[in-house]
């Protein structure tokens, strides 16, 4: 065998043995949102920011009767685990500059974190 073809072979064989290192099978978890937003006497929406990245948009504006129980308004998503910021964006329609309520959670592999927002602590914002 020639040493050109030889190189040759031997390169692309360390190409594809890297190219297969690489590809790790990552960790994945479960993030819940949550929040009591039902609770607050008007209307308005939350955006859920993770890693600065917009997860969802949250409302309150579901049309229930007085009989009907409202449930919890809830946004899950899929994550790589490890250690995640959030950010939570309040906008009013009443025309009220938005807020907004930050921290960080921890995603674990086949598990579910959960972040829940409760309004009952912001409540003069709104």
Not at 73 to 102: C, D, F, Q, R, W
Request: hydrophobic letters at 35%; charged letters at 30%; proline letters at 2%.
């Amino acid at each position: 065998m020639k040493p050109e073809k030889f190189i040759g072979i031997m390169l692309i064989t360390l190409l594809l043995s890297c190219e297969m290192e690489e590809q790790v099978e990552q960790k994945i978890g479960e993030v819940s949102f949550e929040t009591n937003q039902d609770i607050m006497n008007s209307s308005f929406d939350i955006d859920i920011y993770v890693d600065q990245k917009k997860l969802g948009t949250l409302n309150n504006n579901s049309d229930f009767s007085e009989t009907e129980t409202i449930p919890k308004v809830k946004l899950e998503k899929k994550l790589e685990a490890g250690v995640h910021t959030y950010e939570v964006k309040v906008y009013s329609y009443n025309g009220e500059p938005s807020k907004s309520i930050k921290g960080k959670f921890i995603v674990k592999e086949n598990k579910t974190s959960e972040v829940f927002i409760d309004f009952r602590n912001y409540n003069s914002w709104i």
